[in-house]
Nanobody
Framework: VQLVESGGGLVQPGGSLRLSCAAS????????MSWYRQSPGKERELVAT????????NYADSVKGRFTISRDNAKNTVYLQMNSLKPEDTAVYYC?????????WGQGTQVTVSS
């Protein structure tokens, strides 16, 4: 089982990034997928969630209207489009797969928002 995040990096405030999480080794389309983030000294927090078929999404209040989660079950990939980025969005972003009997975490990708 693997969840491999990509797309992180350094971006200026107001900029955009698109994170991807490629899944393998499990039935991706059966899992609810989420993005979490963790900043130094803080607890890991839920950023966004999408249901298995992609019909419903939820967002943390801090990212509503700026971030969009989506998935492509044909490609076993979940995305996080991040717009209007702020310095407080700086964190390691993790992909999480939540199934009925099992769950998996990715290794994380660093996002740094700084001028």
């Amino acid at each position: 089982v693997q969840l491999v995040e990509s797309g992180g990096g350094l971006v200026q405030p107001g900029g955009s990034l698109r994170l991807s999480c490629a899944a393998s080794g499990f039935t991706f389309s059966s899992y609810v997928m989420s993005w979490y983030r963790q900043s130094p000294g803080k607890e890991r927090e839920l950023v966004a969630t999408i249901t298995s078929a992609g019909g419903s999404t939820n967002y943390a209040d801090s990212v509503k209207g700026r971030f969009t989660i989506s998935r492509d079950n044909a490609k076993n990939t979940v995305y996080l489009q991040m717009n209007s980025l702020k310095p407080e969005d700086t964190a390691v972003y993790y992909c999480y797969a939540d199934g009925t009997w099992s769950d998996y975490w990715g290794q994380g990708t660093q996002v740094t928002v700084s001028s």
